[in-house]
């Protein structure tokens, strides 16, 4: 096995190089609900929450740089989430983890935008449920009421029905926002 606390340190300092002033804490919410939803995730499954998106901290690309709406955004969250892979390869194979650990590890980050099988399924869960945990409201604020209720379908469409009864439960602090995600999950679940 490989060094666990060394790839945790390392993601943890490249995430605030992201554009997104809220990186780190989204990897460290992701991380948190997946350790709700499974609280004996491996360190495979941990990895892949904290790092699924270092790719933004890396190369400094956002959904919001050249997306003027989000009809791309599938093909954005494909290449994203490739680089991202990457980036966990690279840290883990200096830190010793074997090939076929990295490679499940890379699979998962890989795919962590569509799911696909249950490791993916979770740590999409788990970041869906991150961003609708604290970074709508920042989104919002920076993006605007349409997009957001769009990107807010995005996401709620693609969790599992667990995944969904935790983001309804949330409760958001602004009212504006509450009821714009409120509308637009409800327009999704009828």
Known sequence: MGDFEAVMEEIKAILPRSPLDFELHHAQSTLKWLLRLKPDADEGLQIAAFG??????????????????????????????????????????????????????????????????????LVMDADSIAYFDGHVEKYYAKNGKQKTSDKVKWMYKRISPSAKRLVRSINLEDKEVRDLVHDAIKEIDH
């Open 52 to 121: 699924h998106d270092i790719d933004r901290a890396m190369t400094g690309i956002t959904e919001t740089y050249g997306l003027k709406d989000l009809s791309n955004l599938d093909k954005f969250k494909k290449e994203h989430a490739e680089r991202s892979a990457g980036f966990i390869k690279e840290i883990m194979k200096k830190h010793g983890y074997s090939q076929e650990f990295i490679a499940r590890v890379e699979n998962i980050v890989r795919n962590h935008e569509v799911g696909g099988d249950a490791d993916t399924n």
